[in-house]
């Protein structure tokens, strides 16, 4: 079995050999709404209180938890910005992983990808989905599960007509759930009591260990929250000018989701106080029927029905294009309409969930592999050129791959037993590429 390295092809090869097939119709505002829809999902509705609680009810504590989120995601997303730019070919993080550390790697991404954190992540909001439509009408077991079914059909049945019509209802979905995040946070802090943001902002009393290990722990939560940013690189094979839009995308999704996160936190506090949030399971819901009546909750419902609607359309939408880079090298299947029928079953079976959490820390690593390739491709490059450069370089990649590998680590530390669940799904990757090779010397 051989890993090495796979020959790169130069930035502008790449580009025409992913223009051959997918057409170049995505530009900035898509990928800015791309990357805002894929990660706002259901979390900045239930996580806050979480939050807040893990870090002994101090709202200055949590914002700086959710602001240090935020910079995470920003570090990793400046260096996808350069490796974007580099080479803007249909498959991103595979591609990057592919032609720095060898083609089995980038297999093992795509193949946890696709039976496990891509169509996990949609059979989980399509269950969700049906879950939280029940606050709107009846519905008993099967209908349940008839709902998320139509879910998962309607949004492939959207990708099959080209990916432009996809992005105009990935923009429609996006803008309509941020604007009312931020407008129910605006009535929050409107009619709620803004006395509690200032008594919220003292810091409580707490050893050193305590309080580290709080944040630790809340900052598992916001990292859950702002993840998916990293499904726009899979469009960069269909984006019409990658080389300016992605460093720009990602700059301005990722202050834009802080901005909503930020606004939405000091909604709930204002409504509920720091105690109150803390001991909400659905923070949103509660701090509105608090503010206005228990009927006015059905607008944070509604919001998050287009919410998981909205981010399920973006996985789907962005993720098959891993599965296509990965048929082009000959290790996955030619045609690939799979992953909405995987993610069906998935959403049918309801024994997915658990293994999503067992598999999320190992994409991380994966994260971090393909953050690290851009110190591959900068050693091979022949000359300088005019295109974006992260900003701090080495050290931004390099915090973001430290960073990872803490939480990596940490996660191995404290719960050996799901890691190594984790790590044995991945390795069930290993007979699937001895047969993808085995098939390639055939032909």
Not at 170 to 179: D, L
């Amino acid at each position: 079995m051989s890993i090495t390295p796979s020959p790169t092809a130069s930035s502008s090869e790449a580009l025409a050999a992913s223009a051959t097939k997918l057409r170049r119709v995505l530009r900035l505002p898509d990928l800015v709404l791309l990357i805002i829809g894929t990660v706002i999902g259901s979390g900045i509705f239930l996580v806050p209180g979480l939050v807040i609680k893990a870090v002994g009810n101090s709202l200055l504590v949590a914002l700086s938890v959710w602001l240090l989120g935020g910079i995470l995601s920003l570090l990793g997303a400046l260096t996808y910005g350069e490796l974007s730019a580099m080479n803007p070919a249909a498959g991103g993080l595979y591609v990057y992983i592919r032609d720095c550390f060898g083609r089995f790697p980038a297999f093992l991404f795509g193949w946890i990808l696709f039976f496990v954190v891509s169509t996990g992540s949609i059979a989980t909001l399509a269950v969700a989905f049906s879950n939280y439509l029940g606050e709107f009408v009846t519905l008993g077991p099967w209908t349940a599960q008839l709902v998320s079914l139509s879910m998962v059909a309607v949004i492939a049945a959207v990708n099959v007509l080209g990916t432009r019509r996809s992005a105009n209802l990935q923009n429609v979905t996006t803008a309509i759930k941020v604007t009312a995040i931020v407008g129910i946070a605006a009535l929050l802090l409107w009619s709620g009591n803004r006395m509690q943001l200032h008594s919220a902002i003292a810091v409580p009393s707490m050893s050193l260990s305590s309080r580290l290990s709080g944040i630790g722990l809340a900052l598992v939560s916001v990292l859950w929250a702002y993840e998916g940013w990293q499904y726009a690189t899979f469009a960069a094979g269909e984006t019409v000018n990658p080389r300016r839009d992605f460093p720009l995308a990602f700059l301005a999704g990722i202050f834009t989701l802080i901005g909503v996160y930020f606004l939405a936190n000091l909604g709930y506090v204002a409504a509920l106080g720091t105690t109150g949030a803390a001991n909400s399971n659905r923070v949103a819901a509660t701090a509105l029927a608090t503010v206005l009546s228990p009927a006015a909750a059905k607008v944070v419902t509604l919001a998050i029905l287009i919410s998981m609607f909205s981010a399920a359309h973006s996985i789907i939408m962005t993720a098959p294009r891993v599965y296509y880079a990965m048929a082009k090298d000959g290790l996955f299947f030619h045609r690939i309409a799979a992953t909405a029928l995987w993610a069906s079953v998935l959403a049918a079976s309801g024994t997915f969930e658990q293994l999503l959490t067992y598999v999320v820390f190992v994409g991380w690593s994966f994260y971090a592999l393909a953050a690290a390739s851009i110190f591959v491709y900068r050693k091979r490059e022949k000359a300088e050129s005019a295109r974006y450069r992260v900003p701090g370089y080495p050290w931004t990649p390099l915090l973001f791959i430290a960073t990872v590998a803490a939480f990596v680590l940490n996660t191995i530390i404290a719960q050996p037993a799901r890691a190594a669940i984790g790590i044995g799904v991945v390795l069930t990757g290993i007979p699937g590429y001895l047969i993808w090779r085995m098939r390639m010397k055939q032909e």
